[in-house]
Structures are given as C-alpha cells and as structure tokens.
C-alpha cells in the first residue's frame, strides 16, 4: 500500500522555524517528483515547493521564496520542508505529495492533479 506521511507541524511564533517530514511506505520516492502543498481555511490548496525525483530542480511559491527549502533523502525515502522566518499567513495544512514526472516541477508545482498519492497533511499555525 503507497502512503506517505507528514510530520514536523506545530505551533510556532512569528519568525520562528519549523521542518516538515515527508516519509514514504510502500514505494520508493526516488522516481517521483513531489511537492508541499499547504490549504489555509476557506482557501484553494497552492503550491508551496516541489522537487524533482533526483533533487536537482527545485521550484519554489513567491511567497516562500528565500524562506523555505527542499529538499529530499531518497536513501531515506524521505523528503523535507525546511520553513523560516515564518509568517501568520504560512499558518495551513501541509500536504506533501509523490507524481511521475510528466512535465517539469514547475509546472508539477501549479497542477494538483499530477500527483497521484498524498498524505494526510500537518497543522503549521503560525501566531504569537
């Protein structure tokens, strides 16, 4: 059975840090591109980064851009979201998410519908 499964969410103050795990079970990572996904309340789920199935092309939301980080272990079968300098509207679900490689991670990055497996997502809620 594919599954993955996200861990690292929390409760963390404005500028503070958090990484978020993505484990995978069942299948390897090291042939998928996957992605962090987050939905906010009341929002469409976006983008947040993603990353090719060897880790070199990464693709990152403006709004993250030079605070998070991707990156993966494939050895661990596991892939990373290092977030900093976090902000009050990072606060969202995380969802990380595994797709073949169809197109390239940008354009992955902006179509939910490419990913295949998904977990089941971690509370990040950023507030003082």
């Known amino acids: 059975q594919l599954q993955l499964v996200e861990s690292g969410g929390g409760l963390v103050q404005p500028g503070g840090s958090l990484r978020l795990s993505c484990a995978a079970s069942?299948?390897?990572?090291?042939?998928?591109?996957i992605g962090w996904f987050r939905q906010a309340p009341g929002k469409e789920r976006e983008g947040v980064s993603c990353?090719?199935?060897?880790?070199?092309?990464?693709n990152y939301a403006d709004s993250v851009k030079g605070r998070f980080t991707i990156s993966r272990d494939n050895a661990k079968n596991t892939v990373y979201l290092q977030m900093n300098s976090l902000k009050a509207e990072d606060t969202a679900v995380y969802y990380c998410?595994?797709?073949?490689?169809?197109?390239?991670?940008?354009?992955?990055?902006?179509?939910?519908?490419?990913?295949?497996?998904w977990g089941q997502g971690t509370q990040v809620t950023v507030s003082s």
């Open positions: 069942g299948f390897t990572l090291d042939s998928y591109a």
């Open positions: 998410a595994a797709g073949q490689v169809l197109t390239t991670v940008q354009t992955m990055c902006i179509m939910t519908s490419l990913f295949g497996s």
């Open positions: 990353i090719s199935s060897s880790g070199g092309t990464t």
